[in-house]
């Protein structure tokens, strides 16, 4: 190690990340209460725009959930020979060699916009900039911006101690490079394609995409015929209570959010291959389950 290299920084992530599980707990506790309520309508109307409610609430959670894990395991690793850039799935190795310079945003002499959809904890993506090319942020933070110019496109990162890392750099530079960092480039479309190219999990997303798709096709073209259904039985055996006919919309609710947290929580897994085994049973399952209520639909009708 030479003077103080390897070093890695930090994104301030402290009040971003507190956002981000205040946002998905928000989302998931408006997601559960209106499908609680909607469990206790008898007018199909009401009972309807809850189930919509709960559904429009839910769809953004796996997206929050990801931006605080990516806010999480932020980080910009200065070498003697490069830097390293990761922020979740995305991942960026840039030879010090290849870097022309490192400024601060603020030094521009132009205010720098930010991508579209920015907020704390999640300044992310690519903005074509007249004076600069192509700028990809990597950020979490705007008053903490740093530019780095790479043949390619320039990168806005933010470290919390931008002062600490502009001195580490101009040490590295000092130093100089003895063996350059490899260049390396990882993006979350990489990363999907990777298990798209997969032909076991690729079935049975597929799969269970179709049959969950077939599920609400299904409820749909039966619940114009029927005023009341009875879903299941009780512990005596004996039909329960009708229901209006719509709530059989529960069932293909209920095979979207298990194929959505199943898809997300495999994407995970499947980042490792000792722990791709578990990918694989859950995107199973993705499929069985809405094959399950396929036939549970057809013993209620």
Known sequence: MAAGLPITFLPPRRRALLMHVLAAA???AVSAISLVFALQQQ????????????LLFFIPLPVVLYRAY???????TLERDGLRIRWGLRAEDIPLTDIEWVRPASDLGFHLLLPPL????AILGL?????????????????????????RKVY??????????????????????????PAYSAEPAAFARHVWDDRVARGFLIAGLVLTVG???LVSLAIPGRTEVTLGYNAQGLPLEPVPAQQLLLLPVLGIFVYVINLFIGLFFYRRDIEQPVALLLWIASAVTPLLLILATLLIL
């Open 26 to 28: 928000a989302f998931l």
């Open 43 to 54: 007018v199909s109307g009401v009972f309807a725009i809850l189930l919509l409610v709960s």
């Open 70 to 76: 990516a806010l999480y395991t932020a980080a910009y």
């Open 118 to 121: 920015s907020f704390p904890g």
């Open 127 to 151: 903005r074509q900039v007249e004076e600069l090319g192509e700028v990809e942020f990597l950020a979490s933070d705007s008053s903490t911006l740093l530019l780095i110019a790479a043949p």
């Open 156 to 181: 806005a990162i933010s470290p919390e101690d931008t002062r600490g890392f502009l001195r580490s750099f101009q040490n590295a530079i000092e130093m100089g490079s003895i063996s350059p960092l």
């Open 215 to 217: 599920l609400l096709l």
